[in-house]
């Protein structure tokens, strides 16, 4: 019975938490984000979404459990941008306030909605985004969402190939905003994107022993000497 009772507290205390960080982001409880989007959603747009050849911002289902039938993006944006983003995805849309905007779909099942916050960190802006419309999802991918390079994120880090293993704040950065986006580029896109920004041939060097690649060829040659 006690046991019952500690796990019925923890469940309670996990929810109520839950619902303090959506308020805090998005200005509304679970239960309110519940009744905004309650229209089911489209599975064969769904499927395309998770298809679509680039994977940034990478898109999930909100939450499994919930309730909210929502799609669910957490990306970084550059400063910069923020307006082009707003402008891009709210086409159609009428705002409601500072974190939600609607489109009326005319019918029973339900309306369209945008709920979206903003956060400055790491030299740039935060976006944590939930929309039951996949055609915003696409316009998020024709908007060249990308974040800031490491370098600005992190300007006080003046000898990147003195890093190591990354730890702290940059491993944070870099696992949940960076890596994504620069694992989604072709050759030709990182080019362009290094050139853009200025990349030093140190910061080009060390992206790169962090990236997918040089792991693949780390792992590789451990499974060779293991194999020998």
């Not at 307006?83 to 995805?89: A, C, N, P, T």
């Not at 979206?116 to 802006?125: D, K, M, R, T, V």
Request: net charge negative; charged share 30%.
């Amino acid at each position: 019975m006690l046991k019952k009772l500690r796990d019925m507290l923890t469940h309670r205390r996990i929810a109520e938490e839950r619902n303090r960080a959506l308020r805090a982001r998005f200005g509304r409880s679970l239960e309110e984000l519940k009744g905004l989007f309650s229209r089911p959603l489209d599975m064969v747009p769904i499927s395309a979404t998770e298809k679509r050849p680039s994977r940034y911002p990478e898109i999930s289902s909100l939450l499994p459990g919930t309730g909210i039938n929502a799609f669910y993006a957490h990306f970084q944006l550059e400063s910069n941008k923020v307006h082009e983003l707003i402008e891009g995805i709210k086409n159609g849309f009428d705002k409601v306030d500072e974190h939600l905007y609607i489109r009326r779909s005319g019918n029973e099942a339900g309306d369209f909605f945008i709920s979206i916050a903003f956060s400055n960190e790491f030299s740039g802006s935060i976006v944590s985004m939930m929309t039951n419309d996949t055609s915003v999802l696409d316009r998020i991918v024709v908007a060249n969402s990308s974040p800031p390079p490491p370098w600005v994120a992190f300007p006080e880090i003046s000898e990147p190939l003195k890093l190591g293993f990354l730890q702290g704040d940059i491993e944070y950065w870099w696992d949940n905003y960076w890596s994504s986006f620069w694992e989604s580029l072709t050759a030709e896109e990182r080019e362009a994107y290094l050139g853009r920004h200025g990349a030093t041939e140190e910061w080009k060097r060390c992206i790169w022993l962090h990236g997918r690649e040089a792991r693949e060829l780390l792992e590789s040659a451990l499974s060779e000497k293991d194999q020998g």
